[in-house]
């Protein structure tokens, strides 16, 4: 067995290994763009690779052999379905499925974390995920599922689908057919595919063309033919997709014309090319033949400075816009070609721009401090510290002294201070904005779902607690929120605890529960006597018959609110525990039950009665509770009956056993 291992573990490790995949589609990099409704056909499967994978099944030495990737996005939440179907069904595909969103693709070479789904059963044959219950992590070895549980994907998420072709024994280079069938989830684009913008070069003989999305490299006439230009001053005679060398699909496409287009307004029209289609998005939709985007051939001349976005507040930089490119390279990187004049001092300390391939259309200007006073200011254009304004791709200069104005109004404070009006039953609480530095707009968030507009609320609030309250405002350019917590802590509540049973000439602690600040007590023991301690002591003397007293506790706050409760107490004759000698169950409502009596300070209680058999006829440990003379519901004759008592005395923690007699009487 041991040499049946070496001798896989040395074909494995041969196996592609030292191959670099230089195909593209064979790269995470490069990943073929798939759409749920097509059938993709790979009908070679070149052998590279060998790079090993962080997966789940990673101890069984995973990597992807002979790979292509796949990648998509999904457009609406829902399970995955797939085939891979061989070509040769005697040979062995493997598969991983990773969410690779907000990551590198080639991160699924070092995290682990990033697989959502895998098949890499020795078994050879048809494979891909299916409705089963087999996991969705099948790892290597024979006798091993094929099929996996369909994953759930997520709409907006970005995944990797990996094909990998393991088979050390036959080299074999067949393809096969990825089919996506079966599962809930969305994947295929629903945004058909359009034009974007066009722009023409500095010499007018090429235009930039931006689609709305993502299209096949493969769909572009290399002779231009898919476009052509309205009104025709130039024919279109070659055409060629950015990055296409390295990917199978693209968002920019470069067409050059016959001859450079003279000065006006143009059409960039679509047109069936001579390859057959216009451009085709990943399920094959072709880029409509009545599609077409307007732009404009100026004449030679320096780009004006054009715009400035919308200046926010407090801001630091400022950014221009501009309807040409710009060259990057002639931009002073310590601002030196802008100055900022205005209502108060400020310096430009950098500029730069939003660079692609040495060109932008905006330059960002960094201030050497915010701008958080109100005022009027302008920035210039001016000769920088590189001898030069700034250049257009067209290396035409713009002229120095050109400006664009700006307003800048004051940075603005949510702070709030308040007042509080406490009440027994509500609190008001008063609030206050000053209003300073032009704020028109108040958005006040005061807890309880009460909210305000105005510069000045007032709140009332009937549950006394903290309360978090915010406030948003607004000078129609500036805004801030403050966040503060008002505490209302003129909750009161009166409670106490005390025990229910109680002995005469005893002292009986009465225990304040109550909840409030700055309160004063009062006691009304049931009695005649009253106390105004927190937790006062009180004793009761001894009546002629138990007495049930209601006992009444009053506290009061610092603004004179009150809460009141009442318990009722009992105080027995005597805490002398006996056993009566003789009880009547005639239900006339005296002495129709046998008792411990007076078992107030009896702990651990049980009382037994037997009959004249030794046999328990009754059980209990609520001292309350009696026997009413039946045993299973049968009325039990008169006669003497036994019993027991054991019990711990509360105060003395000594225990008795006490043993007697009771005549049943009827």
Known sequence: MKTVVLVLLLLISLYGAGQTC???GQNPSTAFPVCGTSIFKQTSVPLCGNHALPSPCKRDGVTDTNPFWYKFTCFQDGT??????????????????????????????????????????????????????????VCGGYGKPLF???????????????????????????????????????????????????????????????????????SIAADGSDFYIDPIKANSIAGSGIACSAKFDTDSIEITLSQPLPPGDYTLK???????????DFCGNGIPITDQVPFTVLPSAPVPMDSLSAVSCAPQQLTLVFKKNISCKSIAADGSDFLVTGSYPVNVTAAA??????????????????????????IQLKRGTDGNT?????????????????TIKDTVSADFTYDRQYGCSKDLVYYRHPGSNEVNSWKWNLDESLSS????????????SSKQVSLTVSNGFCNDTATETVVLDNFIKAGFSVPEDNCPLEPITFNSESVGNSLTHFWNFGDGNSSAEQSPVHTYQRFNNTRELRVQYTITDSIGCTSTIEKNIKIYVSCFIDVPS????????????????NAVKAENLLFNVYNRWGQLVYSTRDWKKGWDGQFNSVLQESGLYVWTLNYTDRDSKKQFSLKGKTMLLR
């Not at 699924?108 to 059963?121: E, H, K, Q, R």
């Not at 024994?169 to 945004?191: C, R």
């Not at 330059?363 to 915010?370: A, E, G, H, R, S």
């Not at 257009?392 to 120095?400: G, I, L, R, V």
């Open 22 to 24: 230089t195909n593209i």
């Open 80 to 137: 995955l379905g797939f085939l891979i179907t061989p070509n040769n069904l005697g040979d062995d595909y493997d598969w991983e499925l990773y969410d690779i969103t907000g990551h590198n693709p080639n991160e699924v070479f070092v995290d682990g974390n990033l697989p959502i789904a895998c098949n890499w059963s020795g078994e050879k044959g048809l494979t891909g995920t299916s409705t089963g219950t087999n996991g969705f992590f």
């Open 148 to 218: 996996s549980n369909m994953p759930f994907l997520k709409a907006g998420h970005n995944y990797l689908l990996l094909v990998s072709h393991f088979d050390p024994f036959t080299n074999s280079t067949e393809g096969y057919t990825l089919e996506f069938k079966g599962g809930s989830a969305v994947i295929t684009d629903p945004t058909p595919p359009a034009l974007k913008s066009a722009n023409v070069n500095c010499g007018a003989d090429k235009i930039a063309i931006k689609l709305n999305k993502r299209m096949l490299c493969s």
């Open 270 to 280: 679509v047109k069936v090319g001579t390859d057959g289609n216009t451009i085709l």
């Open 353 to 378: 721009g939003n660079c692609t391939e040495n060109y932008t259309r905006e330059i960002i200007v960094t201030l050497n401090k915010p701008l958080q006073q109100k005022g009027d200011f302008k």
């Open 390 to 406: 700034i250049l257009d791709e067209c290396s035409e200069e713009t002229p120095a002294g050109a400006s664009l104005p700006f």
């Open 453 to 464: 507009s105005q510069q000045n609320p007032t709140a009332s609030y009937s549950i006394f």
């Open 582 to 597: 003789a009880f009547t169950p005639n239900g006339d409502g005296k002495n129709d039950v046998l008792y411990p009596l």
